[in-house]
């Protein structure tokens, strides 16, 4: 299939783009959110195409995948085609649901033309869908590689715009988890952290927007995964910390009480047992691979890619049946 979808998020794409589809990806002379084009940082195969608007009027588009509501607009303007009638589509929400929680509306609650894709049964379930048609399709991750060395005795952190996401990603967390043991934040738009939290440079290493494939190195390096964040979707950066290998040291919300087992690590709703988990996973390196080894099983099981490509190729077919 000819597959139209925007960039709008990196690394649910490089999974997604991996499968056996044509995937057309519009791209803007300023590469805006309306036109970012191919990823920079990630690795995408050549079946990941660039198309400007007026490239992607002489395209047989078969299926659109929507990610926001700004998509619909789009696919009328550059179209000429109304998504769930004339062109198969399926809205693929990303994100856990905001406001007033658990009644918020789904944007598209009660309209019946296009499927709404959950990335996790949370997200599913917190949301108001009303009468539309929902599944969930959990993530699928490119198996990185068991990378695990641990042999830096300090923790690591995956957290993008942690200045601006504020308590939704746990930034504040982050002085009381930097004094169990020294811990590096990796990700986007780090800028003014140390300030925001009061960090010490000392304990507190930023290491902004590094390609996926040094990030991965560097990150298993670190002896544990800490993942502080209180109110989002299932972060890739964890499962892909599990694929590597990590011990994982989290908050008990959302969907990450499902993905990670009590042998992976630990996690709780009391950021005082997360800052004991980090140092003891610090001062025991053996205990934190096993702990690592079990993460990465689990995250085998239950996140490959190839079930995520065989979801959703099941259900691209019955969206364009």
């Known amino acids: 299939m ?3 979808l925007w960039h709008v998020h990196g690394s649910w794409t490089t999974s997604f783009v991996q499968g056996t589809h044509d995937y057309l990806l519009p791209v803007t002379p300023d590469r805006g959110p309306d036109g970012l084009g191919r990823a920079r940082t990630w690795e995408w195969p050549a079946s990941a195409r660039e198309v400007t608007p007026d490239q992607l009027r002489g395209e047989d588009v078969d299926v659109v995948v929507l990610q926001r509501t700004r998509d619909l607009e789009l696919v009328r303007e550059w179209l000429g085609r109304e998504p769930g009638r004339d062109l198969p589509a399926v809205f693929l929400e990303h994100n856990a649901p905001d406001g007033a929680v658990p009644n918020t509306r789904h944007p598209l609650a009660d309209q019946r033309e296009i499927p709404i894709a959950h990335v996790t049964f949370f997200n599913q379930l917190f949301y108001d869908n009303g009468s539309a048609p929902t599944t969930v399709i959990e993530h699928g991750i490119v198996d ?25 990603t746990g930034g504040d967390l982050l002085p009381l988890l930097s004094a169990a043991a020294p811990l590096d934040v ?3 738009g780090l800028a003014g952290l140390h300030e925001r939290y009061g960090l010490d440079p000392a304990r507190v290493g930023l290491y902004d927007d ?7 190195d560097e990150l298993a390096r670190r002896r544990v995964y800490v993942h502080p964040v209180r109110w989002t979707s299932l972060g890739l950066s964890l499962l892909e910390a599990m694929h590597l290998g990590m011990p994982v040291v989290g908050l008990a919300t959302t969907e990450a009480v499902e993905a990670v087992p009590a042998e992976a690590g630990v996690l709780s709703t009391r950021p005082e047992r997360l800052a004991e988990a980090v140092r003891h996973f610090v001062a025991e390196p053996d205990a934190a691979r096993l702990a690592g080894k079990a993460a990465r099983a689990a995250a085998l099981e239950r996140y490959g890619l190839g079930r995520f490509l065989a979801d959703w190729d099941a259900l691209l077919t019955e969206v364009t049946r």
């Not at 830096?152 to 957290?159: F, I």
């Open 186 to 188: 990796f990700g986007m």
């Open 144 to 168: 990185p590689g068991e990378r695990y060395t641990g042999e830096l005795a300090r923790a690591g952190v995956v957290v993008n715009e942690p200045v601006r996401r504020g308590r939704y």
């Open 2 to 4: 000819k597959v139209l």
């Open 210 to 216: 590094p390609p996926q494939a040094a990030m991965h």
